[in-house]
């Protein structure tokens, strides 16, 4: 009886984060490399993405905004400008938030809900 052949694949070889091929992001934008762009999301000029950060598919971030590091922002979120957003939260899917919004830290904004003040 012959044992199955197992292949080793280094670490390496499967790197998660990125920026989908799809994903429209300024060349204005600083990403960390450990942050995570889906497929057609945007990101506006001089936005500035931490490390670790999810930011899933269609979910748009204006311009100027600052995101801390491990966020997860989901499916169609539109994050308009000039928004400050702090470390560990979770924003739900097509959640929105009204300019110059500043969000702290591990937080966690319901799915559809419209951010018009501070969190």
């Known amino acids: ?4 052949t197992f292949a080793f694949f280094p670490s390496s070889r499967f790197k998660i ?3 989908h091929p799809t994903a429209i992001i300024s060349p204005s934008a600083e990403i960390d490399p450990t ?11 001089k936005s500035k993405i931490g490390k670790f950060n999810m930011l899933n598919s269609r979910c748009t971030i204006g311009h100027d905004t ?4 491990y966020n997860f922002i ?4 539109a994050i308009s400008g000039n928004t400050c957003i702090g470390n ?3 924003i739900g899917t097509n959640a929105c938030t009204l300019p110059g919004i500043k969000i702290g830290n ?5 799915a559809g809900m419209v951010v018009y003040k501070p969190v």
């Open 66 to 69: 600052v995101i801390g590091d």
């Open 106 to 110: 591990n937080n966690k904004i319901a």
């Open 74 to 77: 989901s499916p169609q979120v």
């Open 35 to 45: 942050s995570v762009i889906s497929h057609n999301a945007s990101v506006g000029a």
């Open 17 to 19: 984060y990125g920026s």
């Open 1 to 4: 009886m012959n044992k199955p």
């Open 88 to 90: 560990g939260n979770l």
